[in-house]
């Protein structure tokens, strides 16, 4: 089976640097996601992590440890516009297929 | 390139009445996924395709949820009888490697009375 962990919600300040966590554990992995979802719309791919270590793609930045069933996704210099929800997804063993977590919801305060 | 489409955007029907949705995924994306998203949660999945073959239908209410996928492009989805517990969001999804991740479609909101 498969069982991922993030936490329900987070509050952060405009301009500050926020850190959303997932833990997993899962019968396979072959890769994990994080994808963005604004309220009402489609989750759209934000990051892929296959091998350990820290993933940089603008104020984004991913990280995982396999060994720890570990991944946090990195959010610096927040703007409004990042108030959305961050769902970690794990491509288990076998065919490639995406379970989510339940999804963090980030709110971006003044 | 086009996104994945879906329609209709929004439905809203009676419990024990039958709905269908329709999702046409990006040209030449061999995988074609179902996922439902009840409100607070994240997507679940309901059924993967690879081309016009049933890859994993284990978690898909086959009592009263089924989907084809004709001639490995488009797909419908249909739900008959509904019951109050299917109100969720539902996304369809296509994929052509692993590197790249879904590309989701808008999804259709489907509210039972």
């Known amino acids: 089976g498969q069982n991922i962990d993030q936490p329900t919600e987070m509050t952060a300040t405009e301009g500050a640097i926020v850190q959303i966590n997932c833990t997993y554990q899962?019968?396979?992995?072959?890769?994990l996601f994080w994808y963005q979802q604004h309220a009402g719309e489609a989750p759209t791919f934000l990051s892929y992590?296959?091998?350990?270590g820290l993933e940089e793609k603008g104020r984004f930045s991913s990280f995982l440890s396999r060994s720890k069933g570990y991944s946090y996704l990195l959010l610096k210099e927040l703007q409004m516009k990042d108030s959305a929800s961050y769902l970690c997804a794990v491509d288990g063993a076998g065919s490639y297929q995406l379970t989510f977590g339940k999804g963090t919801k980030l709110s971006v305060i003044p | 390139e086009a996104g994945v489409a879906q329609s209709p955007r929004y439905k809203i029907i009676e419990k024990r009445q039958s709905v269908a949705f329709w999702c046409n995924p990006i040209?030449?994306?061999?995988?074609l996924y179902w996922y439902q998203q009840i409100l607070g949660q994240g997507p679940k999945l309901l059924i993967q395709?690879?081309?016009?073959?049933?890859?994993?239908d284990s978690q898909l209410p086959k009592d009263r949820f089924s989907a084809e996928r004709l001639k490995g492009v488009d797909s419908t989805l249909k739900i008959q009888p509904a019951k109050l517990e299917d109100s969720a969001v539902y996304l369809c999804?296509?994929?052509?490697?692993?590197?790249?991740?879904?590309?989701f479609g808008s999804g259709t909101r489907l509210t039972v009375v």
């Open positions: 040209s030449g994306h061999a995988t």
């Open positions: 899962t019968s396979g992995f072959n890769g």
């Open positions: 395709f690879q081309n016009n073959g049933v890859v994993d």
């Open positions: 999804a296509s994929s052509s490697d692993r590197v790249r991740g879904y590309t």
């Open positions: 992590n296959v091998l350990d």
